[in-house]
């Protein structure tokens, strides 16, 4: 590409995700922004203001996904995307997803400063609600404009408190039909989205640039153990049907299938371990475990899920317990697009930044756009791999390098 990238400064980024940092739940350093919530609102304006300050033409859709649109010479043709999320878990810090949205805006105003004029337009997305906090579900705009969740399962879900979807999207101001949010194939060109690693692997290895070229995907089974409760002293245990006993070898069975698959990029874990009565001095009747199975292949992944379905038959039988199953989701990996990743690579050799290729463990609202459009990510590096933590950091100069990166590819693509 012909213009000339001068030294950059990202003075201005930093502080302004600082800011947005401040707009928080909680006390700063803490970062808490749940969807819909008066600090994720506040966020929202904070950062709609900035886009129309470069200029950029915002509109929301009927769940608050915020496209921030820069117009291209050619109106006809479909858009280069970029964008991530701004809410936040409780208890977070400040670069997850913002980085993305607040670097991606960055990287429009670079090349706005350059006099670069690009023929594709390039829309900048605020995914509404990547986090799972308030639904117990992730990248839920991103999953709607993918008709992942189709709007009628959307219209089912609630908070822990029994607020749905639709009292807490219209009482935050986002109206009309769901159905309007869903996207056609096609309505995004491509796709490419910066994101701190949430791994230690680009900070161990010196390198600065991540190219990512799967965003593996989980799976989630929850399984649920009966047994017959009692007392601990006063049952013996020739009799017993303990359910703790039984999740106790479902989930060394679980952790037995995933490595016995002999590929690294299949990984399982059993998160949540409910117990009742949660008593010392009596036997767990039931147990229920909620369990998540990722892989970048996603037939490897359901051959684990599989295994662990057999091990609940035959623990149930050999111990006398009943044992039930539920799929809550099973997410499609993705293969990032190799153009995509060839413009990444010769913009990164361009700017002298330092790259590898690599999985994405953690999955993002890239995985779903996936079905709109071809996509890629880009890593940078974040300090020991920490995220969802107030202690999560990523330095200017690793920010600096992925925004550095993100115009360059932009600039290309959009021409």
């Known amino acids: 590409m012909a213009t000339t990238y001068p030294t950059l400064s990202i003075d201005g980024l930093i502080a302004e995700l600082k800011t947005l940092a401040e707009i928080s739940a909680a006390e700063p350093p803490v970062v808490t922004r749940v969807v819909f919530s008066e600090a994720d609102l506040r966020a929202r304006a904070y950062v709609k203001g900035l886009f129309r300050n470069a200029g950029l033409t915002v509109t929301e859709d009927a769940v608050g996904n915020t496209f921030a649109r820069w117009e291209g010479s050619d109106p006809e043709l479909s858009p280069i995307g970029t964008g991530s999320h701004i809410d ?126 799967h965003i593996a995907a989980p799976a989630s089974l929850q399984v649920v153990i009966e047994g017959e409760g009692g007392h601990a002293g006063a049952k013996l245990m020739p009799g017993r049907k303990d359910a703790l006993a039984a999740a106790a070898e479902l989930i060394l069975a679980l952790e037995t299938a995933a490595k016995s698959t002999g590929a690294v990029d299949t990984v399982a874990t059993v998160g949540v371990c409910e117990v009742f009565p949660g008593a010392v001095n009596s036997i767990p009747s039931r147990v229920r475990l909620e369990t998540d199975i990722r892989d970048i292949d996603a037939e490897r992944r359901d051959r684990v899920i599989d295994s662990l379905r057999k091990a609940c038959d035959e623990v149930a039988e050999r111990r006398g317990v009943r044992v039930t199953t539920q799929l809550v989701n099973a997410d499609p990996p993705a293969t990032c697009d190799p153009a995509i990743l060839a413009a990444l690579e010769t913009q990164a050799l361009a700017a002298g930044k330092s790259y590898k290729k690599m999985v994405s463990r953690a999955y993002h609202d890239t995985l779903f756009m996936a079905r709109i459009a071809p996509v890629a990510m880009l890593f940078i590096p974040c300090r020991g791999g920490v995220s969802h933590r107030p202690d999560e950091y990523a330095s200017p100069e690793w920010i600096g390098s992925g925004v550095h990166v993100l115009a360059r590819t932009l600039a290309q693509l959009s021409s």
């Open 88 to 213: 936040a878990i409780p208890n977070a810090g400040l670069y997850d997803g913002c980085v993305g949205v607040l670097g991606g805006l960055e990287a429009i105003r670079v090349l706005q400063q350059l006099g670069f004029k690009p023929r594709r337009s390039i829309e900048l997305v605020i995914f509404t609600a990547e986090e799972p906090t308030r639904f117990g579900l992730g990248c839920l705009g991103s999953r709607m404009m993918a008709n992942v969740l189709t709007p009628e399962r959307a219209r089912l879900l609630r908070d822990k408190e029994g607020h749905d979807l639709e009292e807490l999207r219209t009482g935050a101001g986002f109206t009309g039909p769901l159905e309007s949010v869903v996207l056609e194939r096609g309505r995004f060109h491509q796709f490419v989205e910066l994101h701190i690693e949430q791994g230690p692997l680009l900070e161990q290895e010196g390198v600065d640039i991540g190219l990512v070229t």
